[in-house]
């Protein structure tokens, strides 16, 4: 499997704070890469380096080879990365459809085959019946739906997921977590952000943990959880202590 | 309301208003249609930019003194016609839409809208005090014989219906195209959450230019066609703010972003504010303005989608 998303050394500051201390990491095509670590290790700001929403002070972004550093986002967006967002930003005055359907106009000008783009995407999300209500009126997990659904509608090859399940009850992160995997088989690559390190695990081929701004591990799921310098991240040093003595 | 009601309903409307001066002939029937279709077609252009897109202009006059001074000066220096003058009319409005736009869609929303606000008045004021364009006196247009190419004329008002009457069907033609179409579903997401939009690769800077452009070549066709129907414009009965003012009330209170809004707008204003000038003469002055206020007010509280809200409900849709 080749690498189609590589970061390298990437570091971004935010005045006299560093947000990401050069970071490097990699996802090949077709893999879920879990990116996770405890509030304000730098996970989304990590995020919107590579969607462009954030201007990189030192290193670089390369996307199945190209150099796309610094691009703006609707151009990251065409080179085939789709996000979404932490906060949900679904287009509220818009059906559900339309909504879709504004990511589909990416790849044709075409309105019919736009909307014949959208239909599907929303038959495979499982938000088919729901295509004719405003977007406003739907329920979080929906509108989170709503925005996986728009952004795949783009057609990318990546797909950048920015705390899909915050927010989301236990049935609600289930049915979320069984979608990932869904979209994950179709040979979509992955990166998801959360902090919650269970619901990641049993999705990802490969875990990348961050903290304070850095990289502490990038591993196999297995490997990651026993790594003391992640429980200690997690946890605190008492407790990583403590747990390296037993 | 079915597909068919609809083009009932549209064919009937559209009959009634091509045989409207058939029935009633008198000028003062035919002017108050004019301008409720000047002010339709007004607020139509100002709602692909502000209601459509979500760019909020208080400056939009600008378009439409340009649109009447461009057509105005070629008349008047090289008496060349107003239908020609209008190409040029339209072309440096755009412009100066695209050299406004560009720093100001930078800005945050409100401050978009004092930006645009403030442009219009240096404008305004600017036209005052050139001497060239007639300053503070304005320009007469020279009479001319009565005939289409001339855009005048003398003995019936009946021409500049059916002209602009053909102008407002173009552009809802057009409007409703672009609802439909890409464009418009750009220029949608732009209005709902521009950083969600580019997330899916809509270039936003670019789109809301177009948004301007558009808008502004509208508004200034309705200028073009306001110089030739009475012959005399000055400053600030082209670049006044309260015009500005009036094509956003008049799309917020029939229903921004919708199609037949700003046209509903046109409908229940215009006729408020002549009426009320009518009936209260000079000590009334001002009363047009607080009904639309009131108006406003009781909208934004009862139907914040705007008086289409009343015929489109949205539940159960």
Redesign the interface.
């Known amino acids: 499997m080749g690498e189609i998303l590589k970061v390298d050394n990437l570091t971004k500051r935010f005045d006299g704070l560093l947000a990401n201390d050069r970071i490097s990491l990699t996802v090949s095509e077709g893999e879920v890469v879990g990116l996770i670590g405890p509030n304000g290790a730098g996970k989304t700001t990590l995020f919107n380096c590579i ?1 462009g ?1 954030h201007s990189v002070n030192q290193g670089n972004v390369f996307f199945k080879g190209k150099n796309i550093t610094n691009l ?3 151009r990251v ?2 080179e085939g990365i ?2 979404t ?1 932490q906060l949900v ?7 559900v459809l ?1 909504n879709v ?3 589909a ?2 790849r044709t ?1 075409n ?1 019919r085959r ?1 909307e014949d783009k959208a239909l599907e995407v929303l038959e495979f999300i499982g938000l088919y019946d729901k295509r ?3 977007a406003e009126t739907l329920t979080l997990p929906d509108k989170k739906m709503v ?1 996986v659904a ?2 795949l509608a ?1 057609e990318p090859t990546l797909l950048l997921l920015d705390e899909a399940l915050a927010g989301l009850s236990g049935a609600e992160v289930n049915q979320a977590v069984e979608l990932i995997s869904k979209v994950a088989k179709k040979g979509m690559a992955l990166l998801v952000v959360e902090h919650v390190m269970e619901v990641v695990m049993p999705i990802s081929d490969k875990v990348v943990v961050l903290d304070h701004g850095a990289k502490v591990a990038e591993d196999k799921p297995e490997a990651v959880t026993n790594d003391p310098r992640v429980i200690e991240a997690y946890l605190g040093m008492k407790y990583a202590a403590k747990h390296r003595t037993n | 309301m079915t597909r068919q009601w609809k083009y009932i309903l549209g064919g009937a409307a559209l009959l009634l208003t091509v045989l409207f001066p058939a029935v009633f002939n008198s000028p003062g029937a035919l002017h108050l249609m004019i301008l409720i279709y000047l002010y339709a077609l007004l607020g139509m252009g100002w709602n692909i930019l502000g209601g459509l897109t979500g760019q909020v202009s208080l400056g939009h006059a600008v378009y439409f003194g340009i649109g009447a001074y461009v057509t105005s000066m070629l008349l008047v220096t090289f008496g060349i016609s107003p239908w020609l003058g209008m190409i040029p009319g339209v072309a440096v409005s755009v412009i100066i839409s695209l050299i406004v736009g560009y720093p100001c869609f930078r800005l945050d929303k409100h401050y978009f809208v004092i930006a645009t606000l403030c442009v219009g008045e240096i404008i305004h004021i600017i036209f005052l005090n050139w001497e060239a364009v007639g300053g503070a006196i304005g320009i007469w247009l020279p009479i001319m014989d009565t005939s289409f190419s001339n855009f005048q004329f003398h003995k019936t008002k009946v021409p500049y219906y059916y002209i602009i009457l053909s102008f407002l069907l173009i552009v809802i033609f057009l409007t409703a195209w672009i609802q ?3 464009l418009g ?2 220029f ?2 732009i ?3 521009q ?10 800077a670019f789109y809301k230019m177009v948004a301007m452009g558009i808008s502004a070549a509208i508004t200034s066709i309705a200028g073009t066609f306001y110089a030739q129907y009475l012959l005399f414009i000055d400053p600030p009965s082209v670049f006044a703010l309260i015009l500005s003012v009036q094509m956003c009330l008049l799309a917020v209170l029939g229903g921004k ?1 919708s199609l037949w809004g700003p046209i509903i707008g046109a409908f229940i204003l215009i006729p408020l504010s002549e009426y009320s000038r009518e009936f209260l003469g000079g000590s009334g002055q001002g009363i047009d303005l607080m009904v639309y206020g009131a108006l406003i007010m009781a909208i934004a509280a009862f139907q914040p989608r705007g008086l289409i809200g009343l015929l489109q409900p ?1 539940k159960g ?1």
């Open positions: 969607a929403y703006a986002p609707e967006c065409r789709a996000r967002f930003k679904v287009f509220n005055e818009m059906t339309e359907m504004t990511g106009f990416l000008r309105r736009a004719t209500l405003w925005e728009r952004a783009s | 439909r179409s890409r579903f750009y949608r997401a209005r709902e959450d950083d969600a939009a580019r997330s899916l690769g809509i270039n936003a972003s949205r849709k």
